[in-house]
């Protein structure tokens, strides 16, 4: 009986050693566990619990200005509005005023100008996973007479999900004028061609960042900013541009594509001592501030926006008649009122070489062979 008592004692106590063990094992392992959240991963769980009690909204940097040469502006941004949508509350509030998203759908779409079936599809559309959205852009870039009547809507109907916000638009105050020298911007101000694409860096700025508190319906309370960075705006570009004679410029090449029933004219304009460049025309051209418009293909688009006095490749050609001119000129080998008769071809080592014009200039002075730009009529000059 007493030896019973003995082992029934000792598997008692090595019960209760094992059963202290695990239990001194299981406390280790949630004190390391502990130790590990509040000094490894500290960072990553405050960031977290951030996330639910406050919002970052992000405030664009206002985008820097291209000015010709005498500093007139070629390319600003102008203050607009955005609309953004907070859907879950939008749809509550849609709900409990008994309307249907087609009515706001209708609504919206002729306040901002957009087709009832596009915004339809932006409050109804939902995530790939088949859940509905909890937010939207309705749009970017609207003028103040649109928000106005957004928050007229939205208060008459006690509608709170359609946030307005400051916005920025790019805007190009002479329209066409020199398009393919400042390029355009994207739908998020970002630079697509031109010095608007090259200069990007330097105009886009660094965005701002405003961070509130929000409750649990993820509405911003009032007076709770906790953190707020000034956005930095963008610089500005001052290019080697003279909007006068870039004027100019445009002028002439337009009419030397109606006059010539031409598909494309070019003129660029160089200082000779320094290379800037001073006006620089392609047309046909278009509107940076509607770059879409014109071109009804991706092709037909890239080819409306290519610059071709930068992209396109081209033969030396006429641009060495320039050389051979002024070698002329500077051997004295020029006689006054020496003729240059131009038949349309001139045989050149047995090679019958064509001009441009091929049924001929006929006589020509220096000056008018320079300016018909006439092959016969150099070569002869270069014999």
């Not at 949508?85 to 306040?111: C, F, H, P, W, Y």
């Not at 970002?190 to 409750?215: C, F, Q, R």
Request: proline fraction near 4%.
């Amino acid at each position: 009986m007493a030896k019973k008592y003995f082992v029934d004692k000792v598997l008692m106590k090595k019960r209760m050693i094992l059963a202290m063990l695990l239990a001194f094992l299981v406390f280790l392992g949630l004190s390391i566990r502990l130790g590990y959240v509040m000094f490894v991963e500290e960072s990553t769980y405050k960031s977290l619990a951030k996330q639910q009690w406050t919002s970052d909204v992000r405030i664009n940097a206002k985008r820097g200005k291209i000015l010709d040469r005498n500093g007139n502006e070629l390319a600003i941004s102008a203050n607009v509005y955005r609309a953004d949508l907070d859907l879950n509350t939008l749809r509550k509030d849609i709900e409990n005023n008994g309307m249907t998203m087609e009515q706001v759908a209708t609504t919206l779409s002729g306040i901002i100008g957009e087709e009832q079936a596009d915004v339809l599809h932006i409050l109804t559309n939902p995530l790939p996973n088949g859940r509905p959205r909890g937010s939207a852009i309705l749009k970017r870039r609207i003028e103040k007479d649109a928000t106005d009547a957004i928050r007229e809507f939205c208060k008459n109907n006690n509608i709170n999900g359609i946030v307005i916000s400051p916005d920025t638009k790019r805007y190009y105050p002479n329209g066409n004028f020199a398009a393919h020298i400042l390029g355009h911007t994207n739908s998020d101000g970002e630079g697509l061609t031109g010095l608007e694409l090259y200069y990007n860096k330097y105009l886009s700025g660094v965005p701002g960042i405003k961070v509130a508190e929000i409750d649990q319906k993820s509405e911003g309370l009032p007076y709770t900013i906790s953190e707020f960075t000034e956005p930095i705006d963008g610089r500005n570009v001052v290019t080697t541009i003279d909007e006068n004679i870039q004027n100019f410029a445009e002028k002439l090449a337009e009419e030397a594509l109606a006059d010539n029933e031409a598909k494309a004219v070019s003129i660029m304009v160089m200082d000779p001592n320094t290379g800037e460049i001073l006006a620089l025309a392609n047309k046909p051209d278009y509107d940076p501030n509607n770059p879409w418009v014109g071109g009804t293909t991706d092709e037909e688009i890239q080819q409306m926006w290519r610059n071709r006095l930068v992209s396109d490749a081209y033969e030396p050609g006429s641009i060495f008649k320039v050389i051979t001119a002024t070698a002329a000129i500077e051997k004295g080998i020029l006689t006054e009122g020496e003729a240059f008769n131009c038949g349309g071809s001139l045989n050149i080592g047995g090679r019958n070489i064509h001009c441009w014009k091929t049924s001929g200039h006929g006589p020509q002075t220096f000056e008018e062979i320079l300016k018909n730009s006439c092959n016969v009529g150099f070569m002869v000059l270069g014999e």
